[in-house]
């Protein structure tokens, strides 16, 4: 079947510019997640959906990054003002339901200009 | 909050030898403990995971023990082969009334050589 998509796969961005990030997880996952990975490091937290409940925005490094997640499915991630330091690949993972498996997709590599 | 250390960074080892990476948590109500393999390039796959119910788990050339008392739990690759070379990261998940926390390690790269 399907698995996790996201689009784009590459976004070149000038500072300054506002960015979307987009998410298609498996059908039927309740958990949806957003990570940060910095070249060669590892995988920053951002987000956290879990079915129709107030999302875990704990991860979020600045008030310039935004999520939403409509109907359940797809998940937008919106970077504001966008800074040379937000230049990272951009994963997304969905998970059947809490303490299962994160399916991962095959990010989004921003760079910011 | 949840604090997961991985240890080492790095780990080189010639092909055929064992390999192991290992993790400790701080939070002793983590219950779900996944470990993923990221190849260059590639997005992060689950390889073997444990829950808090079990000390062991085997999956062919790979396993995983958990120390609940200590906190700790290890990735154990045997016969190792070039294709295991990839970073490993370890997670430790809370699992509580729906909601799920995931604090992932810093990962280990691990390189096979021939």
């Known amino acids: 079947g399907a698995g996790v998509s996201q689009s784009p796969s590459n976004k070149v961005t000038e500072k300054g510019k506002d960015v979307e990030l987009r998410c298609d997880p498996i059908?039927?996952?309740?958990?949806l997640y957003w990570y940060r990975q910095s070249l060669g490091q590892g995988l920053e937290f951002l987000i956290y959906?879990?079915?129709?409940?107030?999302?875990?925005k704990s991860g979020l490094p600045s008030d310039r990054f935004s999520a939403e997640r409509t109907g359940g499915s797809v998940s937008t991630l919106t970077i504001q003002r966008t800074q040379q330091e937000d230049s990272a690949v951009y994963l997304c993972?969905?998970?059947?339901?809490?303490?299962?498996?994160?399916?991962f997709g095959p990010g989004t590599r921003l760079t910011v200009t | 909050g949840e604090n997961v250390e991985q240890h080492p960074s790095t780990l080189s080892v010639q092909e055929g030898d064992s390999a192991v990476i290992k993790c400790t948590y701080s939070?002793?109500?983590?219950?779900?403990f996944p470990w993923y393999k990221q190849e260059l390039g590639k997005r992060p796959q689950l390889i073997i995971d444990?829950?808090?119910?079990?000390g062991e788990k085997k999956d062919q050339r790979i396993a995983v023990t958990l120390n609940k008392t200590a906190k700790h739990f290890s990735l154990h690759i045997t016969e190792t082969q070039p294709e295991d070379s990839a970073v490993y990261f370890c997670?430790?998940?809370?699992?509580?009334?729906?909601?799920?926390?995931?604090?992932f390690g810093t990962g280990t790269k691990l390189q096979v050589i021939p």
């Open positions: 993972a969905s998970s059947l339901a809490t303490g299962y498996e994160q399916y």
């Open positions: 059908s039927g996952h309740t958990a």
């Open positions: 959906f879990q079915g129709n409940s107030a999302p875990d």
């Open positions: 939070d002793s109500a983590s219950n779900y």
């Open positions: 444990i829950r808090s119910n079990v």
């Open positions: 997670a430790a998940s809370i699992t509580s009334g729906g909601y799920q926390k995931v604090t």
